[in-house]
């Protein structure tokens, strides 16, 4: 992979290139972030290199992009931002790299890195691992120098916990794809309690997993595409294997993800979340190019996470005849007063199983968005006030299209409830589905005033 981050891979028009035509109705939501191999040249792929920590466009990569490394910088954001991304960032070795002109001071060495990223626009690095990766001393002043010189810049940090108290963003780092549902909901709930300090952001990238984000404020950081099929080798795409959720084939998850986030923005840590402490146990039997982690064919993977979280609310309440496969249920009223409720798949064998079952949620303002992801045989939505059903009106709009329409006529409302059927959820989130995804669904709810 890293013999194909360069110009070609991004600008190019031929077979697997073209990066940057990706994700055309959320482009203007997203930084391209390039990963692992930008700022080395592009005949050195190994892991460990003299160059890494260099954070400068390599011109062997990118030979387009001439001048100084600040104008080298400059020229690939502008002609990234005109396909109509945010903006872009890149991969960031956490040393100094061995290449690098003297400095005085480690100080001096990043201060110049900086002001490079911010009088170039390139806004977004992502910290990861290296020399310095667990030091927290080296980590936390990188930070403090960013915010100096270059306030418009979000340094994401990963590696330990406790650093999501001073990172504007925390990974929660690389997954196998065949189990990541479970582990990524673990590795959320092992930072919620956490706060932030100072300045400090504090929110979860939780990577490619956009219904956890939105069930739970955090951001996205995408990284299935739509290149299907086996690699340019020939071989089977380990990292995402034509199996379980076959996540090249869900391309829409990411879409209505990134579009709620429209309506609600991801939220830092601040110690608000209930967590579950029913632990659902899930599985998956390994075969062959299955995960880029080694494991032998006929292994079994098991991991654990809490069966619901729920951050700025109760825990929703679940009601099913099988307690044994009830799905993950995740939940979050972010700052701006909307909630997103959301039910993901069991990782069971080697199937993905998302059984739909009664939710109850607790609510509060009427009048506030509804984002409800996944599957259910219903969702009850419990409302502090009586609900007069002669005074509303109450649309619904599936999150990856751009039309909504109205609903208040399919739904129960008694009581101080409105009760969502299940196959409301299903018929309108997947209303605007691109043919041939397998997306589960997602939608959006609005009550409004006659």
């Not at 990524?184 to 706060?195: G, K, N, V």
């Not at 700052?335 to 409720?341: D, E, F, Q, R």
Request: include cysteine; hydrophobic fraction near 35%.
């Amino acid at each position: 992979m890293r013999a194909v981050v360069n110009e070609r891979s991004l600008f190019g028009t031929g077979d697997k290139e073209g990066w940057v035509e990706f994700f055309p109705k959320i482009r203007a939501d997203l930084y391209f972030v390039m990963d692992d191999s930008w700022d080395i040249p592009q005949d050195i792929n190994t892991k460990t290199n003299k160059y890494l920590g260099l954070v400068e466009l390599d011109t062997t990569r990118f030979p387009s992009f001439t001048g100084t490394p600040t104008e080298r910088l400059a020229k690939l954001n502008k002609k990234v931002k005109s396909y109509g991304w945010k903006g872009v960032g890149g991969w960031i070795c956490a040393q100094e790299s061995e290449v690098a002109e003297n400095h005085d001071s480690i100080d001096a060495y990043w201060t110049e890195r900086l002001k490079a990223a911010h009088e170039s626009g390139f806004d977004y690095w992502k910290v990861d691992w290296g020399i310095q990766s667990r030091n927290d001393k080296w980590r936390r002043n990188l930070t403090r120098l960013g915010r100096t010189h270059a306030p418009n810049l979000c340094i994401e940090h990963a590696m330990k916990n406790e650093y999501v108290e001073f990172s504007d963003v925390f990974r929660t780092y690389d997954v196998e794809n065949i189990i990541a549902t479970p582990v990524t909901i673990q590795r959320i709930a092992s930072l919620l309690p956490y706060d932030t300090e100072g300045e400090a952001k504090g929110i979860i990238n939780c990577e490619d997993e956009p219904f956890l984000a939105v069930g739970l404020g955090c951001a996205i950081g995408v990284m299935r595409h739509p290149y299907n099929g086996k690699l340019p080798n020939g071989k089977q795409d380990h990292a995402f294997p034509p199996v379980g959720r076959n996540y090249k084939n869900r391309l829409d998850e990411v879409v209505r993800g990134v579009r709620w986030h429209r309506i609600a923005e991801p939220f830092g840590v601040a110690n608000d979340a209930c967590i579950d402490t029913i632990l659902l146990d899930d599985y998956w039997e390994v075969q062959a190019d299955e995960t880029w982690v080694k494991r032998n064919i006929g292994d079994v993977v098991h991991e654990s996470a809490p069966a619901r979280i729920s951050r700025n609310m109760p825990l929703p309440e679940i009601t099913a005849n099988r307690t044994d496969e009830v799905p993950y249920v995740m939940a979050s009223r972010y700052p701006n007063g909307a909630t997103a409720i959301v039910t993901t798949e069991r990782t069971l064998g080697r199937k993905c199983v998302l059984n739909p079952v009664i939710v109850t949620a607790e609510m509060e303002d009427l009048y506030k968005p509804v984002g409800i992801f996944g599957k259910y045989e219903q969702l009850i939505l419990n409302f502090t006030e009586k609900i007069d059903p002669t005074a509303i009106k109450v649309f619904g709009q599936d999150l990856a299209g751009d039309r909504a329409i109205e609903i208040t006529e399919r739904l129960i409302i008694e009581g101080n409830r409105i009760i969502v059927p299940g196959n409301l959820v299903e018929t309108v989130g997947l209303m605007d589905a691109t043919i041939g995804d397998e997306s589960l669904p997602g939608m959006v709810l609005q009550v409004f005033k006659k």
